[in-house]
């Protein structure tokens, strides 16, 4: 009767919470999983940085070069979180706070999905878009917001259609101010200057703490996912005072 009374016990109580218990470890394995790739908006979590350890000067910026506040956003072109981060909270912060000179945004290349790496072959890749994106500010420093804004708008799914060479070139041309054949050429011409210098943007967020996108540093906090703009504005305002 004991061990009758025991082997009830056990299926009755102890095998749901194993179960129960099985549920949370997978659930907690693929959270970690997928940390430190694309983060979720409300994954950041803030870290103790400073911008002065920023090169802010090396990459594609929009506003006063001098500006007060300076934020400096880590993005790839293929995150869904960046285009939501760029749709929404950027452009906000240049809306508010960048036209009337009070904020500089430096764009800062972190990309990581990249199908060109695995395959030279498939052009089809955050980091071809990174590069047109630098040879845009190479030609046109002025435009390059326009083109930025524009491919956010663009952007799909990962690898879903846009982002290919073909995609890229065709949207390039569409925007007022540039001359697409001009990029053309400079992508061909200095594609291996303009991946040394995304390749060192990266590496410059990853010594700073940085393992995903997008992220950002204002002042001395570093936050990471698609923040809200309150979360940046109240940075921004800090910083003002």
């Known amino acids: 009767m004991e061990t009758n009374a025991q082997g009830s016990f056990m299926e009755r109580y102890l095998t749901p919470i194993a179960v129960v218990l ?34 802010t000067d090396s990459s594609p910026y929009v506003g006063e070069k001098n500006a007060p506040v300076v934020m400096a956003v880590w993005y790839d ?5 960046c285009k939501q981060f760029e749709l929404g909270t950027t452009a906000e912060v240049y809306e508010n706070y960048v036209k009337d ?28 878009a990174a590069v047109f994106g630098r040879a845009v500010w190479d030609a046109y420093p002025d435009r390059f917001y326009d083109w930025f804004r524009a491919m956010a708008e663009a952007q799909d799914d990962e690898f879903d259609g846009f982002g290919d060479y ?7 041309r569409t925007i007022s101010g540039i001359d697409g054949d001009r990029v053309i050429k400079l992508v061909s011409d200095k594609r291996a200057e303009y991946e040394a210098a995304i390749a060192a ?9 940085i393992n995903g ?7 001395t906090t570093l936050l990471s996912g698609a923040q809200p ?3 940046v504005k109240a940075l921004i305002d800090a910083e003002l005072k």
Do not use: H, W
């Open 213 to 219: 996108t997008p992220s950002l540093i204002i002042g």
């Open 201 to 209: 943007d990266r590496a410059e967020g990853q010594a700073l703490g």
């Open 229 to 231: 703009y309150d979360a």
């Open 101 to 128: 000179g009070k904020v500089k945004i430096v764009f800062k290349d972190f990309q990581f999905l990249d199908e060109y790496s695995k395959n030279p072959e498939r052009m089809e890749d955050s980091m071809t």
């Open 77 to 81: 072109y293929q995150c869904p979180f």
């Open 166 to 172: 073909a995609s890229i070139e065709a949207l390039t």
């Open 22 to 55: 099985g549920c949370v470890i997978i659930a907690v394995a693929i959270a970690f999983g997928q940390g430190g790739t694309k983060n979720a908006p409300n994954d950041g979590q803030a870290m103790a940085v400073d911008i002065k350890d920023v090169d």
